[in-house]
Nanobody
Framework: QVQLMEFGGGSVQAGGSLRLSCAAS????????MAWFRQAPGKEREGVAAIDSDGRASYADSVKGRFTISKDTATKTLYLQMDALKPEATAMYYC????????????????????WGRGTQVTVNS
């Protein structure tokens, strides 16, 4: 079974930084797209950042220039470096994995992913 588990959530002050990690098991990591999604109270789950099998990254407009997605193929670990955090970034963050997408426009859509982690809470205090 493919398993994903997030680490690194916590509480930080506005303007601070946090790095999330996602450990994957069983997954053939190099041929999968990986992504981070988040869901705030009362909001729909949204795509934050994604990286495809070729290493190309895609970001939500709201986090461009402040968040960086990366992966370590050897350890099957996905990362999300979050800088200049804002209170509106408070949410449960989820790691997701899925097969190659038919078009790049699908990378930040939740329906593109069939494996999900349990989530890790990020709280940004003003």
């Amino acid at each position: 079974q493919v398993q994903l588990m997030e680490f690194g959530g916590g509480s930080v002050q506005a303007g601070g930084s946090l790095r999330l990690s996602c450990a994957a098991s069983t997954l053939h990591y190099t041929i999968y797209c990986m992504a981070w999604f988040r869901q705030a109270p009362g909001k729909e789950r949204e795509g934050v950042a994604a990286i495809d099998s070729d290493g190309r990254a895609s970001y939500a407009d709201s986090v461009k220039g402040r968040f960086t997605i990366s992966k370590d193929t050897a350890t099957k670990t996905l990362y999300l470096q979050m800088d200049a955090l804002k209170p509106e970034a408070t949410a449960m963050y989820y790691c997701a994995a899925g097969p190659p997408v038919p078009d790049y426009t699908f990378l930040l859509y939740g329906t593109s992913y069939n494996y999900w982690g349990r989530g890790t809470q990020v709280t940004v205090n003003s």
